[in-house]
């Protein structure tokens, strides 16, 4: 079982950035893919950016190329998202996700596991 505590959403104005962070509780040696997701009030979940399970591979949704790192720890059991020029449009629930599949996340199919969410909230 794979248990992932998301933490870093707070309340902050247009412009700021924030640093989201996801830790994994996973047996020694297992190989998580891990990416982010969000849902705003009345709309679907959908991707943020997402990561290999050895860093080397990171895939970015369109409107978030730019403005967002997405890195792990060298242990590969802590992920974080580094955020700039955050917008009102970036409010939203922020999901961790994880999978020991062989693929990187892209959808939400291939999520196995979910976190709690942390809520970001942008807004002057």
């Known amino acids: 079982q794979v248990q992932l505590v998301e933490s870093g959403g707070q309340s902050v104005q247009p412009g700021a950035s924030l640093r989201l962070s996801c830790a994994a509780s996973v047996g020694t040696g297992t190989k998580l893919q891990m990416g982010w997701f969000r849902q705003a009030p009345g709309k679907e979940r959908e991707f943020v950016a997402a990561?290999?399970?050895?860093?080397?591979?990171?895939r970015y949704a369109g409107p978030g190329k730019g403005r967002l790192t997405i890195g792990k720890n060298s242990a590969g059991n802590t992920m974080f998202l580094q955020m700039n020029s955050l917008t009102p449009q970036d409010t939203a629930v922020y999901y961790c996700?994880?999978?020991?599949?062989?693929?990187?996340?892209?959808?939400?199919?291939?999520?196995?596991?979910w976190g709690q969410g942390t809520q970001v909230t942008v807004s002057s």
């Open positions: 990561i290999s399970w050895d860093g080397t591979t990171t």
């Open positions: 996700a994880a999978t020991k599949a062989p693929t990187v996340i892209l959808t939400t199919s291939n999520v196995d596991y």
